[in-house]
C-alpha cells in the first residue's frame, strides 16, 4: 500500500476511535529531545522516578528501538477539558473539598488509549500486514517531542504541548509503524512574550524563562508520583490539590475557549472532581481501591492520596475537619500519620484550635515509634508553640 493510501486509513480508524487530532512523524532517532532528557536526568529535574534512567531515555527518543524496521509514528490525542462538574445546592457543600486533575476525574486515560490504541495497532497488522506497535504515557516513548515533529503543536514554557484549538487540554497515545506516511509539517508557532503559566505555577518548578520544568518542585510530581514525605516547604503551596495540578494549563490563554472533552474523561459526580477531604481519610485500602477502581488516582495508591489530604486539610480545611485530622494521627501508615500532624498543626493555628491539637499530638507522641513520624510531631508540636508565642 502506498503512503497516501495508508494515510488515509490510518485517519479513518483513527477518526473511528474518536481522536480529535492524528499526526505523523518520522520514525527517526531525536537527539535535541534526547539531550534535554538526559540533562534533566543529570541535574536531578526527574526526581525520583526510577523508571526514567538514561538507558531509558535513550530507548524512548528512539522509536526504532521501540519498533525495529519503525518509519512513522502515528501520534493521537484526545481531549480532556471539560468544564467543572455543576455544584450542588450550597447547603450540601459544607465539607472542605480537594481538586483532581481535570484529565483524572473520569476513566483512567491508559485504559482507554490502550484499547483504541490497540484495536487501530492491530488492523494495521491484520489488513495491511504492517509492523505497528502501540503506547501511551509510561511505554518507552517520549511523547511531546513527537507530537511537534508531527506537526501537532509545539512545546510551550509550561513544557506542555500546545495544540492550536484544544491548548494543553489533549493527552497523547502513539503508534510506531513500518509503513512509510508523510510527516505533517512542523508548526511555526511559539509563545511569544506570554508567561502566564510561570507565574501560576505555586511553586517555581517552571524555570525562569521557561520549557523546564523540575519535577523537585511540582505538585503533579509529589501528588502521583512521589512515594515518600512532600518537602515541607512545598506543603503550604498545593493550596486544595490532592491528584495533579492543572494551574500551568488554567492559566494558558491557548485553546482556553474550547471546552470539550473525550467523554471517558469526564467527572460524572461533583465529588470525582471536588471530593471531600474528610471522608478520604477514613479510606482502608479495600475501600480505597473499591471507590477509585479504573481511575488514575489508583496511580497515587491509598497512602499516597491519604498524605495529599493531609496536606490539603492544612491548607483548606476547617474546624469540622479537626477530628478526621485527629483520627489519622492512629493511621497504620507512619506517611499519613506524618502528614497529618502536619495539617492539623496547620489546622489548628488557623482555627485557634491550638490546645486541642497540642493535646491529640503529645498523645501520639507519647506512643509513637517511628522516626519520622516522632519528628514531624515535634515539628508539630514546636510550630504551635511558636503561633500561641506570636499571638498578642
Ligand atoms: C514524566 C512525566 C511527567 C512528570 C515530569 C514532567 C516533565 N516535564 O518532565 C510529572 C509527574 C511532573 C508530570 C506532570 C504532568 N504531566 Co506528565 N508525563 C510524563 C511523561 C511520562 C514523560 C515526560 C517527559 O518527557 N519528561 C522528560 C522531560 C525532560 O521532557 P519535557 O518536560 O517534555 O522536556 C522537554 C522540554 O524541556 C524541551 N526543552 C528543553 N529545553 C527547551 C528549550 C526550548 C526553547 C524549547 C522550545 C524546548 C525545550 O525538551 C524536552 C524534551 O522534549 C509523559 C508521557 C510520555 N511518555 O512522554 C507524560 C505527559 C508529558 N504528561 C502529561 C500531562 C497531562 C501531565 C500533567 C498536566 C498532569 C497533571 N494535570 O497533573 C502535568 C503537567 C506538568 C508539566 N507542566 O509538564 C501529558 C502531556 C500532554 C500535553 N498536552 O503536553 C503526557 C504526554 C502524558 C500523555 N500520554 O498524554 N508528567
Ligand atoms: S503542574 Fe502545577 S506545580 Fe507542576 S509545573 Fe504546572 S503549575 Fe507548576
Ligand atoms: S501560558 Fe503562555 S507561556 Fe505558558 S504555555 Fe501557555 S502560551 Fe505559552
Redesign the pocket.
Known sequence: MNGTAARERIVELARAEGFALIGFAPAGEMP??RE??LA?FREG??AE?AW?TPEWLVH?TNPGAFLPGARTVIVLALPCHAPDPISPHPSSLTASRGRV????RGRD?HRV?EKKLRRIARTLRDELGAAARA?????P?????LAVLAGAG??GK??????PGFG??????AIATDLEVEPGASLRKSCGSCTRCLAACPTGA?SPAG???D?RL????HT??NRGPIPHALRPKFGDWIF???E??DSCPVGAAQLESHPDFVASRFDDAFPPLAELLALDDEAFAERFRGRAIMRAKRDGLLRNVCVALGNVGTAPDFAALAAALDDHSPLVRGHAAWGLGRLAAREALEPEAAAALEARLAMEEDPFVRNELTTALGNLVATQRSEP
Not at 503506547?135 to 511505554?139: A, I, K, L, N
Not at 516513548?141 to 517531542?145: G, H, S
Not at 494543553?168 to 497515545?173: D, E, I, N, R, S
Open positions: 535535541g529531545p534535554a532528557a534533566a529535574r526527574l522516578m526514567m524512548a486533575a481535570r484529565y483524572a486515560y488509549f503506547t501511551v504515557d509510561y511505554g516513548l517520549l511523547e511531546r517531542p509545539w512545546q509550561s513544557a506542555m504541548l500546545l495544540v494543553p487540554w489533549v493527552m497523547l497515545g517552571l520549557h523546564v520544568l519535577s511540582c505538585i503533579s510530581y502521583i508520583e495533579g495540578c492543572d500551568c494549563l
